[in-house]
C-alpha cells in the first residue's frame, strides 16, 4: 500500500508560476511509474503529466506541454510538477497517482494509488 500526499498548491495570477509536489511512501518508490492528473469543478478528472519510473521518459497533456515539467527524484521519493505560464484553465485540484507497472502512462486504469490532491487556482 502506497500513501501519497500532494503540497504546493495555492493562488496564483495568470502568467504566474508554481511547484506542486508528491511525496511518497509505503512502497518501493524507484519501481512506480508516476503521473499527475486534474479536475476541474464539473469536469471529468483528465491527465496532464507522467513519468516513467527511472525518469528517462515523460508524457504531457498537449495543452500544457512547453508550461509544464514533470520530475522526479527517487531519492526523496517525490515527484514534482513545475507549472510556468498559468492560465485560468489550468485551475483545478491536481492529484498525483502511483502506478505499479512504472512506465508512466496517460490512462488513469495504469495508476492503483492516488492522492487527495492539491487546488490550483488561476486569477486572470
Known amino acids: 500500500q502506497a500513501k501519497l500526499v500532494e503540497s504546493g498548491g495555492g493562488l496564483v495570477q495568470a502568467g504566474g508560476s508554481l511547484r506542486l509536489s508528491c511525496a511518497v511512501s509505503?512502497?518501493?518508490?524507484?519501481?512506480?511509474?508516476m503521473g499527475w492528473f486534474r479536475q476541474a469543478p464539473g469536469k471529468e478528472r483528465e491527465f496532464v503529466a507522467a513519468?516513467?519510473?527511472?525518469?528517462?521518459?515523460?508524457n504531457y497533456q498537449d495543452s500544457v506541454k512547453g508550461r509544464f515539467t514533470i520530475s522526479r527524484d527517487n531519492a526523496k521519493n517525490t515527484v514534482y510538477l513545475q507549472m510556468n505560464s498559468l492560465e485560468p484553465e489550468d485551475t483545478a485540484v491536481y492529484s498525483c497517482?502511483?502506478?505499479?507497472w512504472g512506465t508512466g502512462g496517460h490512462l488513469q486504469v495504469e495508476y492503483e494509488y492516488w492522492g487527495q490532491g492539491t487546488q490550483v487556482t488561476v486569477s486572470s
Open positions: 513519468i516513467s519510473w527511472e525518469g528517462r521518459r515523460t
Open positions: 509505503g512502497r518501493a518508490f524507484n519501481s512506480l511509474g
Open positions: 497517482a502511483a502506478g505499479p
